[in-house]
């Protein structure tokens, strides 16, 4: 290794981060970049909203186990509403560093109830190994990207606390009356 190489080693070790609720110094989580396998792990121990959440970006997909469901639901990545790898690494460093940075980005995103698959392996084989491991023998929801929803009463959260918060919804069916 020639002299200033150390810092291109350094990009293909995990790192981790602590998430912190925002506006206080109260952990809630921990965020792990593993930069060679282009994933993001990250685990929020927050009571009934605790979940754990894989962005496999060699994939292309987002898995989130949330535990007060015991359910995993899956999204596609899109460009438009999840960041690069690079810049959730750089937010991460960020807002450990300055501990005062916030980013309220939320992506909303809907499934539908009853819809719940269990995985096989052609699934496993789209979604990669990671989420395989999150998911594994959990009932699967598609997850659909949506407009901010002004009822919020059937919805979690999850997603990276102060970097990009997730918000997954029932979507309800309309009765007619």
Request: hydrophobic share 35%; charged share 20%; proline share 5%.
């Given at each position: 290794?020639?002299?200033?190489?150390?810092?291109?080693?350094?990009?293909?070790?995990?790192?981790?981060?602590?998430?912190?609720?925002?506006?206080?110094?109260?952990?809630?989580?921990?965020?792990?970049?593993?930069?060679?396998?282009?994933?993001?792990?990250?685990?929020?121990?927050?009571?009934?909203?605790?979940?754990?959440?894989i962005?496999?970006?060699?994939?292309?997909?987002?898995?989130?186990?949330?535990?007060?469901?015991?359910?995993?639901?899956?999204?596609?990545?899109?460009?438009?509403?999840?960041?690069?790898?690079?810049?959730?690494?750089?937010?991460?460093?960020?807002?450990?560093?300055?501990?005062?940075?916030?980013?309220?980005?939320?992506?909303?995103?809907?499934?539908?109830?009853?819809?719940?698959?269990?995985g096989?392996?052609?699934?496993?084989?789209?979604?990669?190994?990671?989420?395989?491991?999150l998911?594994?023998?959990?009932?699967?929801?598609?997850?659909?990207?949506?407009?901010?929803?002004?009822?919020?009463?059937?919805?979690?959260?999850?997603?990276?606390?102060?970097?990009?918060?997730?918000?997954?919804?029932?979507?309800?069916?309309?009765?007619?009356?």
């Amino acid at each position: 290794m020639k002299a200033g190489d150390d810092h291109q080693f350094c990009a293909f070790l995990p790192q981790s981060f602590l998430l912190r609720e925002p506006g206080s110094n109260y952990v809630t989580g921990t965020m792990t970049i593993h930069s060679e396998e282009h994933v993001v792990d990250v685990h929020v121990r927050s009571g009934v909203y605790s979940s754990d959440t894989i962005f496999d970006y060699s994939h292309g997909y987002i898995a989130t186990r949330l535990f007060s469901r015991n359910a995993c639901f899956i999204m596609k990545i899109s460009k438009e509403l999840i960041p690069e790898l690079e810049e959730i690494g750089r937010l991460a460093f960020e807002t450990q560093t300055m501990r005062n940075v916030y980013s309220p980005n939320n992506v909303w995103a809907q499934f539908q109830p009853g819809t719940s698959v269990l995985g096989h392996l052609k699934d496993w084989l789209l979604y990669g190994k990671s989420i395989e491991r999150l998911c594994s023998g959990l009932p699967l929801y598609q997850l659909v990207a949506t407009e901010p929803l002004e009822r919020i009463d059937g919805c979690a959260s999850a997603g990276i606390p102060s970097i990009l918060g997730l918000k997954i919804c029932e979507q309800l069916i309309s009765t007619g009356s």
